[in-house]
C-alpha cells in the first residue's frame, strides 16, 4: 500500500484545485495520506480535511521548529485536545533545524521536548524534522525519550551512518523526493545501507517535487516516484516495496 506520510495538502498552494490534486493521488494508487498540521490552527484544518476524505486522509499536529517560539502549555493542551481526534495519528512534525532557522537552540530543544512528551502521553508516532541538526536531535531524544510508537525520520536528507542511527533509535527513516534528484549520490547510499522494512515514504508537497517533476509544485500523485526510485536502487519489485513500506506506515500511525 502507497501512503504519503507527509503531505501540506491544506496548504494555500492547493486552494484552486484541492479536490482533483487528492484524486490524482487515488488514481496514482496512493491509498493514504497524512497532512500534517501547523501549530493547532493548522492542525485543525488539516483534522477538517482528513474528515471529508475518511479512512484514507489522516492528520497530525505540532509545532515545526520554525514555529518553535509560539511553544507554550497552552499551545500543548490544545493540541492534547485534537491528538484525541481518531483522525490525528501523529505528533507533529517537530525537531531541532540549524540549517535556515533563526529561533534559539534552547527554545527549539524546549519545543521539541515537551512534543516527545505529549507523543508519549496520548500514545501516538513522531514525526521529526531534522535539518543539519542531527547529534541535537539524538541528544533530545536520548534524554526525554522516545515515544512508544516510534516514528518517522522525516525528510530524510543525511547519510548512511545518520539512517542506520535513526533506524536503532526505533524510528523509519523517510525519503521524500529528493532521492530521485541527479546530484542525490548520498541519500541513494544511506537507501543502499537500509532495509525496505526501516523505511517510508512521503512527499513533504507542496515542496520538493520528484523528478520528473522537479521544481514544480509537489503532490501526494507524484509519492509513486519516490517507490519507484527506491525499488530501482534495491532492485525490487515496486509492488514490494509499496507493500512494505504501507505496512511500516500503518504500523507506526495504528491505522488499517
Ligand atoms: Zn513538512
Partial sequence: MLIDTH?????????????DMIRRAFDAGVERIVCIGM???????????????PGKVYCSVGIHPYD???????????????????????CGEMGID????????????QAFAAQLKLATRANK??????????????????TTGVP???????????????????V?????????????????????EAVKALRPEDIVVETDCPYLAPDPHRGKRNEP???AHTASKLAAIWDMDVAEVRRITGANARKVLGIG
Wanted: glycine share 6%; aromatic share 10%; net charge negative.
Fill in 39 to 53: 501549530m493547532p490552527e493548522g492542525g485543525r484544518s488539516a483534522l477538517a480535511l482528513a474528515r471529508q476524505y
Fill in 125 to 142: 508516532g513522531v514525526c521529526i524534522h531534522c535539518r543539519d541538526a542531527f547529534p541535537i536531535v539524538r541528544e533530545v531524544l536520548e
Fill in 221 to 223: 500523485a507524484y509519492v
Fill in 68 to 90: 518553535a517560539d509560539q511553544y507554550s502549555d497552552q499551545v500543548i493542551a490544545e493540541m492534547e485536545t485534537l491528538l484525541r481526534e481518531p483522525e490525528m495519528v501523529l
Fill in 7 to 19: 503531505a501540506h495538502i491544506n496548504f494555500d498552494a492547493y486552494d484552486a484545485d484541492r479536490p
Fill in 98 to 109: 540549524t540549517f535556515k532557522c533563526k529561533i534559539p537552540l534552547d527554545i527549539q530543544k
Fill in 148 to 166: 512508544p510508537r516510534g516514528g518517522f525520520a522525516h525528510c530524510f536528507s543525511d547519510g548512511p551512518e545518520e539512517a542506520l542511527a535513526w
Fill in 168 to 188: 536503532k533509535l526505533g524510528f523509519k527513516v523517510s525519503f521524500a523526493g529528493q532521492v530521485t534528484f541527479k546530484n542525490a549520490e548520498k541519500l541513494r
